[in-house]
């Protein structure tokens, strides 16, 4: 059974870093592409980055520069550098896994953690 579960959310200042864990169990990172999707209040669901198996990495045009996606193969985890908050940025951010590349369509979602920014 694969498990992705997220971490590091919380609430931070414009300009301020957050850093996003995933622990994936039942899964071993690297397998497929894996990313990080948000949600922000009354919006859909939208692409923030990706890493394929070869470790290639794609982001949101809008987040080039800010948010940095990673992966552990050690430790088996996936994470997501965010840097230079902005309000903008507040959602639900998820971990997925064995997603179809350019879209929000992935076999295997956490349960999400909530960014919020906020003066």
């Known amino acids: 059974q694969v498990q992705l579960v997220e971490s590091g959310g919380g609430s931070v200042q414009p300009g301020g870093s957050l850093r996003l864990s995933c622990a994936a169990s039942?899964?071993?990172?690297?397998?497929?592409?894996m990313g990080w999707f948000r949600q922000g209040p009354g919006k859909e669901r939208e692409r923030v980055a990706t890493?394929?198996?070869?470790?290639?990495?794609n982001y949101r045009d809008s987040l080039k520069g800010r948010f940095t996606i990673s992966r552990d193969n050690a430790k088996n985890t996936l994470s997501l550098q965010m840097d230079s908050l902005k309000p903008e940025d507040t959602a639900m951010y998820y971990c997925?896994?064995?997603?179809?590349?350019?879209?929000?369509?992935?076999?295997?979602w956490g349960q999400g953690t909530q960014v919020t920014v906020s003066s």
């Open positions: 997925a896994a064995t997603c179809v590349r350019w879209s929000t369509n992935c076999r295997y």
């Open positions: 890493i394929d198996n070869f470790g290639n990495t």
């Open positions: 039942g899964y071993t990172v690297g397998d497929s592409l």
